[in-house]
């Protein structure tokens, strides 16, 4: 089936999706609620690196209006709180407006994003034949203004009608990301249709329509000042929304000739793993993207959407809820340190270290506690050893980990004597949150097999699904492998044709009868014949994966305590040492921020458990 085409068409935006589960769906979003109520996060030390952009010129938030699109400064006006009202878009005294909510968001800085930057320049650096067709395909989701009104004008162009990374430089309404008239004027006629996915999204040239979630809106301020309607629109509280561009499929170029292979390969498809879990209304649920990563001040939380330029609202503004702050919480709390360090080095002076901070601590605090639980489970004597079974459940409303192919998930699991010696351990990071066998996964034949042309069956690429571990070197690892048309693993998307591996752990409700016809979001590896994995165990659509671990504790009678921890990276180190053109600017100066910043592991949860093994022969 063909979701993509080699040739230009719209596109959208990125974002990641996260959904909870029962009372840890509240306990979930009232923690995203306590986010207005936390003190000032601490400020880190100076990256070790000195780290200077020359090329950057700063980017310039007053740009006003090109085409269809206005700033974010031209909805701030209104849409965001002063002191000088304190009774608008206030909440326990934190500006819960949403440009406020917005501005430090990895959506703000979809093009920003220096990872964004460098992978795009590695990828059409691995196909320069087709650099035009790759840079105007994901600067729709990551410049959507600067593509769209280019596409819209037919101005900014190349001579064959692609929207280039050197123009969006340039342009201010191209840098600043997925910004409010983007997402506020995508019409909704196609939603949760193939033609909506991968960046399908449409804005209309000359409509100037703004949807929002509210009946009756008040728009004569907002069509005075700024010639935008104001129109009800339930579709912006829908998944089919943030679809438009999570639902991602790119086209397979073949690796052999470097040319199009006519297949095309899925990302990302967090939606349609929500649609597939018990959060979705096809298994009776009613929770929405919006809902966990737009979470509300507050459960009752009302307030009057707007001020009168920083003045007294118009005094007939109703007040509207539900109120969902704009803070597109998610999984890269890590790309926000990035930004924290370096906002200077990357022109944004519009922010603040603090801002990006205290995103990245919401972030994390949505990945500590509405993520998933880990349990070390009864274990049992074998031998003269014990089998200690470790269960982690997805609390999320998609796979976890989900989106781009760079994230994974790992089990840590340490046994301590009583002597608090370690008898066992498997899934320790160092100092950089590497695992010790990335470095036998990030060999040159393993980043680049084509070129090195080398069989890697003797010494696999990548961590196997594990169901059993009983060598601290194995590591229960779930991940996302692309593999390309001749099978070998590749960190290029642009040669990505199939999954190797994906035992990325469903959500509750996953059912493999209703997959998509193209196999997207299925399960790939071994991990389809674990007794014991989600599609079976207790029954389908568990949110769940039992990993054994046989622990060796000779004749001793011990008691033993295991501690295990489910860790989490949004950008594996694979992944940056995969990125091809090391001498262009951008991916050298990713290369040394990832190296200032490492990614430490996010814990997402802990279990502990004491068990002697003494009384139970």
């Not at 209006?65 to 209104?78: D, I």
């Not at 965001?80 to 005294?93: C, I, K, L, Q, Y």
């Not at 509405?370 to 004597?381: G, K, Q």
């Amino acid at each position: 089936m063909n979701r993509v085409h080699l040739r230009p068409s719209p596109r959208g935006r990125v974002i990641i999706l996260f959904a909870l589960t029962g009372l840890i769906l509240l306990a979930g979003l009232a923690m995203a609620q306590d986010r207005y109520r936390r003190a000032k996060p601490p400020v880190s030390p100076e990256p070790p690196i000195s780290i200077n952009l020359p090329g950057t010129s700063n980017f310039d938030p007053d740009w006003g209006y090109v085409g269809a699109f206005a700033s974010a400064l031209e909805c701030g006006s209104c849409h965001e709180a002063t002191p000088n009202v304190p009774t608008v878009m206030f909440h326990d005294g934190v500006d819960v407006s949403p440009f406020t909510g917005w501005r430090h968001t990895m959506m703000a800085n979809a093009f920003a994003d220096p990872y964004f930057q460098a992978k795009l320049t590695s990828e059409t650096a691995t196909v320069p034949s087709l650099a035009g067709f790759i840079e105007d395909k994901c600067l729709t989701c990551h410049a959507p203004m600067g593509r769209t009104n280019a596409h819209h004008t037919g101005q900014g162009l190349d001579p064959e009608g692609q929207y280039r990374l050197a123009t969006a430089v340039n342009e201010m309404h191209a840098r600043e990301g997925v910004s409010c008239t983007v997402c506020h004027q995508i019409q909704p006629a196609n939603f949760g249709e193939e033609s909506s996915f991968s960046g399908g999204y449409e804005i209309d040239p000359i409509l100037r329509d703004i949807f929002g979630p509210y009946d009756s809106p008040r728009g004569n301020l907002m069509f005075n000042q700024t010639g935008y309607n104001a129109v009800f629109g339930p579709d912006m509280e829908s998944s089919e929304l943030c679809a438009t561009c999570h639902t991602l499929y790119t086209p397979v170029v073949d690796v052999n000739s470097n040319e199009p292979a006519g297949l095309n390969f899925p990302e990302q498809t967090p939606y349609f793993e929500w649609q597939n879990s018990i959060y979705s209304a096809d298994l009776g649920g009613d929770v929405q993207c919006q809902d966990c990563h737009m979470p509300q001040p507050a459960p009752d939380y009302a307030t009057v959407i707007a001020t009168r330029n920083g003045t007294d609202p118009a005094p007939n503004w109703p007040l509207r809820q539900p109120f969902h702050a704009h803070e597109f919480v998610g999984g890269n709390a890590h790309m926000l340190d990035i930004f924290a360090e370096f906002r200077e080095q990357l022109g944004l002076l519009d922010t603040t270290e603090d801002g990006f901070r205290a995103k990245a601590a919401d972030s994390r605090n949505l990945l500590q506690n509405a993520s998933a639980v880990i349990e070390v489970l009864d274990p049992e004597v074998d031998g003269d050893a014990i089998l200690a079974p470790v269960r982690i459940t997805n609390l999320a409303g998609h796979k976890l980990p989900t989106g781009y192919p760079s994230r994974r998930m790992w089990i840590h699991l340490r046994v301590l004597d009583a002597n608090d010696q370690v008898v066992f351990e498997s899934g320790a990071p160092n100092a950089d949150g590497e695992l010790a066998l990335d470095a036998l996964h990030g060999r040159s034949e393993c980043l680049e097999p084509y070129e090195n042309h080398i069989s890697l069956a003797p010494r696999p690429c990548f961590e196997p699904h594990r169901d059993l571990i009983e060598d601290p070197d194995q590591v229960a690892i779930y991940e996302s492998v692309m593999g390309d048309v001749n099978g070998l693993i590749t960190y290029h998307l642009i040669y990505g044709s199939h999954y190797l591996k994906d035992n990325r752990i469903p959500p509750i409700g996953f059912r493999r009868s209703v997959l998509p016809a193209d196999g997207a979001s299925d399960i790939y590896g071994a991990a389809r014949n674990d007794g014991d994995f989600s599609p079976s165990f207790p029954a389908q659509g568990s949110g769940q994966d039992v990993v054994r671990y046989r622990i060796p504790t000779g004749e001793a009678a011990l008691s033993l305590s295991i501690e295990a921890r489910l860790l989490y990276q949004s950008i594996r180190p694979n992944f940056v040492q995969g990125l091809h053109a090391p001498e262009s600017e951008s991916v050298s100066l990713f290369q040394k921020m990832y190296a200032s910043v490492p990614p430490a592991p996010e814990v997402l949860a802990t279990a502990e458990r004491d068990f002697s093994p003494s009384k139970r022969r």
